[in-house]
């Protein structure tokens, strides 16, 4: 059966996030005024994205950034030509050893977080999803035939990459310059960009800096529950980057909140301080006629109370469920006004084996169930990382 709504009503992420929780594949056209997009999905993870018409085909992305030449690129065209079923033009290349395995994923990955970046800032439209078995996609078109990535990526990942995308180009045209896409080729199995330790004595890389977080208690968690796929270079990537501006611990604090926006609704942090919980920062919190972030910040709950917050707090675990009807959870849901949710998260920032934030999200008003929550559990483990090198640079010698 299709699944067919108006963007106004659920916004391209949250379709995403449906879609990939309840591991569907099939089709996701989306359309606005005249133009009209295609998502493929193959078990909750997206494979495919494109446009209809008037963007870049896959061959002529990698000629324009010197991937391959205009020569190799015809070569392999005419190839695809003469072979039925017509085979996948990466998968060709790949084939006569023009273009390396990796590099291919990393370009289509790449193409897809654009068309997503786009589909993001759709207010306004239609949409309707189709399942069926995944035959991917459209062989109409060259991006149809050609944009599909060997391995999917994760809908909330990929989600959250274009979103970061979109934010940089918007970024760079406020300050009035020319967003251009870095067209350099990056050798595949190029190291990432090392990054510094506070004190200055030691560098190491994304790679060695996730290795040494997964030895952690909370790490060992995160792992046991995600595996190899808690490791995605790119879902990294895509957590290290914007830490590496964050210099104090509000900064830090709002990385994780710009983050965490993108998985629930409404959420708020909170900070341990002297055996108590209290409210720091909020967003999607509405109260009639008063000031969210003021009764946030007039938040206190006690560390030891029966409360998902001072629990998460105490014992350093993940909580994702409903809340337990205790007196101090109703506390905390009438400070942020609402019904109980249909489910709630909360999530631990650790340092030096103490608590010293808890996040807590859910998606009031709405009664939706949240998405997945692997990219914030990584931010939050990453963040720990960060605040800790924010403290130890604010202790160091001046």
Known sequence: MAFIGTLDAMPVPDILQTLSMLRRSGRLTVQKDTTRAFVVIRDGDIVSAFFAAGHETLGEVLVRRRFITEQELQ????????????????????????????????????????????LVTWTNGDFRFNPDSPGLADTSTPAGRDHVLPA?????????????????????????????????????EAEPEPLALADGNEVLSE?????ALLLSKRGQEYAARYGETGRDPLLLRSIVEPFRSATSVPETSLVIMQHASS??????????????????GQFGVQLHGLPA???????????????VIGAVARYQRVFRGQLAP??????????LGGAPPAEAIALPLVVKNRAVLVFYGDNLPSLKH?????????????????????????????
Request: one cysteine or more; charged letters at 20%; a negative charge.
């Open 75 to 118: 070569m392999a065209l005419e190839v695809q030509q003469h072979l039925q079923p017509p085979p996948l033009l990466g998968a060709i290349l790949v084939d006569m050893n023009i273009l390396d395995p990796t590099l291919l994923q990393r370009i289509l990955t790449e193409v897809v977080q654009r068309v997503l970046a786009e």
């Open 152 to 188: 999917g990526i994760r809908a909330d990942q990929a989600i959250l990459q274009a979103v970061g995308l979109m934010e940089q180009e918007q970024r760079t045209r406020s300050e009035g310059g020319t967003w251009q896409e870095d067209v350099s080729p990056v050798p595949a």
């Open 207 to 211: 790679k060695h800096v996730l290795e």
């Open 263 to 280: 998985v629930v609704s409404r959420g708020v942090l909170f900070a341990v301080r002297d055996r108590q919980l209290q409210g720091v």
């Open 293 to 307: 972030s003021e009764r946030v910040r007039n938040t206190r709950i006690p560390l030891d109370a029966p409360c």
């Open 326 to 335: 205790t007196p101090w959870n109703e506390f905390l849901l009438g400070q």
């Open 370 to 398: 949240i998405g997945p929550t692997m990219a914030l559990e990584l931010l939050m483990l990453y963040g720990a990382y960060a605040l800790e090198r924010c403290l130890v640079g604010a202790s160091g010698p001046h």
